[in-house]
């Protein structure tokens, strides 16, 4: 399975920014998600989404961050509204399937200007 991740960019505070992430194969049953990694820190997430389930966000973007799925395009999306500095990181995209191991893009960077 291959994930590429694209959507990333520089913005200033307040602005909003889409990523996308296209997957190599099919997506229905997999565990899905966005992390993120900023500059010293370790790897978060930021929202996951399980199979016929609703995503499930972290507290620091909720409100701000919407995540969504296209089974149909193997493709899983997140909108970020209301950006904030803090949110600069490199952003990841994740996937899994059943019995199958993690699989992850290559990151997007999103930097946040104040």
């Known amino acids: 399975v291959q994930l590429q991740a694209s959507g990333g960019g520089l913005v200033q505070a307040g602005e909003s920014l889409r990523l996308s992430c296209i997957v190599s194969?099919?997506?229905?049953?997999?565990?899905m998600g966005w992390y993120r990694q900023a500059p010293g820190k370790q790897r978060e997430p930021v929202a996951v989404?399980?199979?016929?389930?609703?995503?499930i966000y972290a507290d620091s973007v909720k409100g701000r961050f919407s995540m969504s799925r296209d089974n149909a395009k193997n493709t899983i999306y997140l909108q970020m509204n209301s950006l904030k500095p803090e949110d600069t990181a490199v952003y990841y995209c994740?996937?899994?399937?059943?019995?199958?191991?993690?699989?992850w893009g290559q990151g997007t960077q999103v930097t946040v200007s104040s």
């Open positions: 994740h996937s899994q399937g059943p019995g199958r191991p993690p699989a």
């Open positions: 194969g099919s997506i229905p049953n997999n565990f």
């Open positions: 989404i399980m199979p016929g389930s609703g995503p």
